[in-house]
């Protein structure tokens, strides 16, 4: 029974690689893809897919289908741009930008339209460059709990990375109106629980709390919403019973170099089917890093590790390293631009 749910959760996760799927349509599938760290969510995509390339998602995120946002948990993600106006009324939360701009001087009731203006027809900034524009009223991070504030407003986005920083830009500048949020909760919800499912399932409402931040009240009401399309799973999880099976692809069995803050790790409540206790703290070391890891059959066996195109792999115990060099070769050739292997 395990096997069975940890290979059900790893086609709906997309990393038994079906036939072609493009960034966005990646993105559309999975709701939202975990972005604070640009570089680990490209190698994201690379797990899932053995033909996308970075310059595919890049281009994606350029063309504006794929945006990078505060989304659920208030951590950065890349959301479809279709996605936004419904996944971002619910998930959007200024009570903890307020304390933080507090923490660090930045105060006012003209917040929303400071960071707005100083946003506005400039394309994407840099934080030192819109610290300039604000020419005094916040500094440092205080800058970019700004513009998560406008982002709470529908009045900002990330921009694409200028020599490996974040940039920010304002949504009518990079979307070409601010966002427009949904105004039927009941909706949203609705939409919400079938999505996570499609990528999640088997799961419960406290594995949706747990990824998306909402309470876990408002988890339950979702997935009620949505009760008519249910079904029992196994270990008191639920799935869709309109649910489409992926073509192609494989599970069993299946290897995958997953990187650090892979939505395999952190979109359900429990990760004890995929990771042993006693391996815990080789994943999650604290001081909020979660390590790169190493998975065969949807179990966490290692983790590894990169020096720009070199892989480093550190399995939990000795493993035969064959079924793994497929992986480590495709992990190089795609971060250097090469044709996959």
């Given at each position: 029974m395990p096997n069975d749910l940890r290979r059900a959760r790893l086609s709906a996760q997309l990393l038994h690689r079906p036939s072609v799927l493009d960034a966005g349509e990646m993105v559309r599938h999975l709701l939202?893809?975990?972005?604070?760290?640009?570089?680990?969510?490209?190698?994201?995509?690379?797990?899932?897919?053995?033909?996308?390339?970075?310059?595919?998602?890049?281009?994606?995120?350029?063309?504006?289908?794929?945006?990078?946002?505060?989304?659920?948990?208030?951590?950065?993600?890349?959301?479809?741009?279709?996605?936004?106006?419904?996944?971002?009324?619910?998930?959007?939360?200024?009570?903890?930008?307020?304390?933080?701009?507090?923490q660090e001087g930045v105060t006012g009731d003209d917040l929303p339209a400071l960071i707005g203006d100083a946003l506005?027809?400039?394309?994407?900034?840099?934080?030192?460059?819109?610290?300039?524009?604000?020419a005094g009223r916040a500094k440092g991070q205080g800058v970019v709990h700004l513009v998560a504030l406008a982002a709470f407003h529908g009045l900002a986005v990330l921009g694409p990375l200028h020599r490996g920083k974040p940039t920010y830009v304002h949504a009518v500048d990079w979307l070409g109106a601010p966002v427009t949020f949904e105004q039927d909760r009941d909706r949203a919800l609705a939409e919400l629980a079938l999505r996570y499912l499609r990528a999640h399932a088997p799961a419960t409402p406290d594995d949706l709390a747990a990824w998306s931040g909402l309470p876990l009240g408002t988890?339950?009401?979702?997935?009620?919403?949505?009760?008519?399309?249910?079904?029992?799973?196994?270990?008191?999880?639920?799935?869709?019973?309109?649910?489409?099976?992926?073509?192609g692809g494989q599970t069993n069995g299946a290897v995958?170099?997953?990187?650090?803050?892979?939505?395999?790790?952190?979109?359900?409540?429990?990760?004890?089917?995929?990771?042993?206790?006693?391996?815990?703290?080789?994943?999650?070391?604290?001081?909020?890093?979660?390590?790169?890891?190493?998975?065969?059959?949807?179990?966490?066996e290692g983790t590894w590790s990169r020096k720009g195109e070199e892989v480093t792999l550190a399995p939990f115990e000795q493993r035969d390293?064959?079924?793994?060099?497929?992986?480590?070769?495709?992990?190089?050739?795609?971060?250097?631009?090469s044709p996959r292997p």
């Open positions: 939202a893809v975990q972005a604070q760290d640009v570089p680990s969510t490209l190698l994201a995509f690379r797990a899932r897919s053995a033909s996308v390339t970075v310059k595919e998602i890049e281009a994606a995120w350029e063309d504006r289908e794929i945006v990078r946002a505060w989304g659920p948990r208030g951590t950065l993600h890349f959301v479809h741009r279709d996605d936004l106006p419904w996944l971002l009324a619910l998930t959007r939360n200024d009570t903890g930008t307020m304390r933080r701009l507090a506005a027809g400039q394309g994407p900034l840099t934080k030192a460059q819109l610290e300039a524009r604000l988890a339950r009401a979702a997935f009620d919403l949505i009760a008519s399309r249910l079904e029992a799973a196994p270990l008191g999880g639920f799935t869709l019973r309109d649910a489409d099976a992926e073509a995958r170099l997953a990187p650090a803050f892979d939505e395999y790790l952190l979109g359900w409540a429990d990760r004890a089917l995929i990771l042993e206790e006693r391996h815990r703290r080789a994943v999650f070391p604290g001081g909020g890093i979660l390590r790169p890891v190493m998975l065969a059959d949807g179990v966490i390293p064959g079924p793994w060099k497929a992986e480590v070769a495709d992990v190089r050739a795609y971060l250097s631009g």
